[in-house]
């Protein structure tokens, strides 16, 4: 597609319960980030990819949260045993090179993915 | 954590006013940028503007930044309804892009 695509959009599960969500960027991104988003607050950093690897990883709250992006397209965030803490919009977001690369650093970011803990 | 802090954090305004956002931060930037969100929606990129730049124009979109006092502006020029959305400034610093908590602004038909 021609947007980043996050899926499910929206995700009820229950205390303990583990969660994927998905992030599909646009074609070509080489950096991928993941954002997590509570009500009335800005975008908060969790992870950073660029290409397969995880370049930075320092905003992961704990080691219940892991992600990864094997094949340097898409990338899959990883909630184990979730907490009613955890919800929030969690937000994907990609560029063509990283903030620091030959693009402008703008990011494009998709609709998100709506994660309730009950 | 948030580097950027915006003010105000809401604004209400009419139809053809000027809007006026400002954003502090407190570590070295590579650029600073504006991002848009309606509400449920994703952030849409507004403008970057360089650290060793000081104004930059696009559109009703007017982004001043003044290193020294590590702070911006996003002016609106005419504010149209359709303006309304939460309003978010982000510092890049080396890959990290970090967000501010943002100004939410109604422009009232």
């Known amino acids: 597609g021609a947007g980043v695509s996050q899926t499910p959009s929206n995700k009820v599960t229950e205390k303990g319960k583990y969660v994927e969500l998905r992030c599909d960027p646009i074609?070509?991104?080489?950096?991928l980030y993941w954002y997590r988003q509570s009500l009335g607050q800005g975008p908060e950093f969790l992870i950073y990819?660029?290409?397969?690897?995880?370049?930075?990883d320092s905003g992961l709250p704990n080691d219940r949260f892991f992600a990864v992006r094997p094949e340097g397209s898409v990338s899959t965030l990883k909630i184990q045993r979730t907490e009613r803490g955890d919800s929030a919009v969690y937000l994907c977001?990609?560029?063509?090179?990283?903030?620091?690369?030959?693009?402008?650093?703008?990011?494009?970011f998709g609709e998100g993915s709506r994660l309730t803990v009950l | 954590s948030q580097q950027g802090e915006e003010d105000p954090q809401a604004l209400s305004i009419q139809e053809g006013e000027n809007a006026t956002m400002n954003c502090s931060y407190k570590?070295?930037?590579?650029?600073l940028q504006w991002y848009r969100q309606n509400s449920g929606r994703g952030l849409v990129h507004l403008i970057l503007?360089?650290?060793?730049?000081r104004e930059k124009h696009s559109g009703r979109l007017r982004v001043t930044l003044d290193t020294s006092k590590k702070s911006s502006s996003l002016l609106i020029t005419a504010s149209r309804a359709a303006d309304t959305a939460s309003y978010f400034c982000?510092?890049?610093?080396?890959?990290?892009?970090?967000f501010g908590g943002g100004t939410r602004l109604m422009v009232k038909p």
């Open positions: 977001a990609s560029s063509l090179g990283g903030l620091a690369g030959a693009n402008t650093g703008e990011l494009f």
């Open positions: 074609s070509g991104h080489t950096a």
């Open positions: 990819f660029q290409g397969t690897g995880a370049a930075d």
């Open positions: 570590t070295s930037i590579n650029n």
């Open positions: 503007i360089r650290s060793n730049e």
């Open positions: 982000a510092t890049g610093a080396g890959n990290m892009l970090t």
